[in-house]
């Protein structure tokens, strides 16, 4: 699920419009984040969808 996906989400539940501003990038911000779940996938069994 996106940070977007989660606000939307959120929306829904409480019943009123998120407002989402996207603003241009700064200095450091990365344009993607890589993870390994493997950990969460051993201790929890999860994985993602």
């Not at 989660?6 to 993607?32: A, H, M, N, Q």
Request: glycine residues 6%; negative net charge; contains cysteine.
């Amino acid at each position: 699920m996106s940070l977007l996906e989660c606000v939307e989400y959120i929306g829904k539940i409480t019943g009123k419009e998120p407002v989402v501003e996207f603003e241009k990038e700064r200095l450091g911000d990365l344009l993607y984040f890589v993870c390994n779940t493997a950990k969460a996938e051993k201790e929890l069994q999860w994985r993602p969808s």
